[in-house]
Antibody
């Protein structure tokens, strides 16, 4: 059974770093891209970023709202994806979800596609 | 960035109703669109991917259609478990973007 469990959330002061973890089980973690999304209280879903599998370079993509402040990384030996929040702002307060990303094919070329599994989320509150 | 616009924002319906939600992309995204459902306090769950492919285990009363810039999610006969918020999401190009959501509430 595929499981994604986020941890590391809590109260953090603006400008203080926080690292979220997403521990995966039930599948070959190294074969998949992983993505982080967030949802501010009472608001809709926002994509934060993605890290490709090592086979596809292990490179990352980010939303403009977090680029330069957040870093996504992965440890395939532990089946964990990380979201490092370097200088969080009050507007980063949200529930953060990690998701597994499916590889799809576009006219024969691989690309990272839809999410198929989500974690339960972890709440991050940025406040002084 | 590709903007995704859903309509309506809120939909009032009764059990047994046929429900349609529309999602428009600001530029063409081929069929690289997913729909997910979220209930209060819970993580979203995927319903449909590649615009019209039903995720395994999702009831057949859900269906998706469209390509390019216009997409729809249809629930053929609304069930009590379907009252929730629905989001469309494009994965054609980065940054991936979501619609603002459509809340389906009890009429």
């Amino acid at each position: 059974e595929v499981q994604l469990v986020e941890s590391g959330g809590g109260l953090v002061q603006p400008g203080r770093s926080l690292r979220l973890s997403c521990t995966a089980s039930g599948f070959a973690f190294g074969d998949y891209a992983m993505s982080w999304l967030r949802q501010a209280p009472g608001k809709g879903l926002e994509w934060v970023g993605l890290i490709r599998s090592k086979t596809y370079g292990g490179t990352t993509e980010y939303a403009a709202s977090v680029k330069g402040r957040f870093t996504i990384s992965r440890d395939d030996s532990k089946s964990i994806a990380y979201l490092q929040m370097i200088s969080p702002k009050t507007e980063d307060t949200a529930v953060y979800y990690c998701t597994r990303v499916v590889l799809v094919y576009d006219s024969g070329s691989p690309k990272w596609g839809n999410f198929d599994y989500w974690g339960q989320g972890t709440l991050v509150t940025v406040s002084s | 960035d590709i903007q995704m616009t859903q309509s309506p924002s809120t939909l009032s319906a009764s059990v047994g109703d046929r429900v349609t939600i529309t999602c428009r992309a600001s530029q063409g995204i081929s069929s690289w669109l997913a729909w997910c459902q979220q209930k209060p306090g819970k993580a979203p769950q995927i319903l449909i991917y590649k615009a019209s492919t039903l995720e395994s285990g999702v009831p057949s009363r859900f269906s998706g259609s469209g390509s390019g810039t216009e997409f729809t999610l249809t629930i053929s006969s609304l069930q009590p478990d379907d009252f929730a918020t629905y989001y469309c999401q494009q994965y054609n190009s980065y940054p991936w973007t979501f619609g603002q959501g459509t809340k389906v509430e009890v009429k």
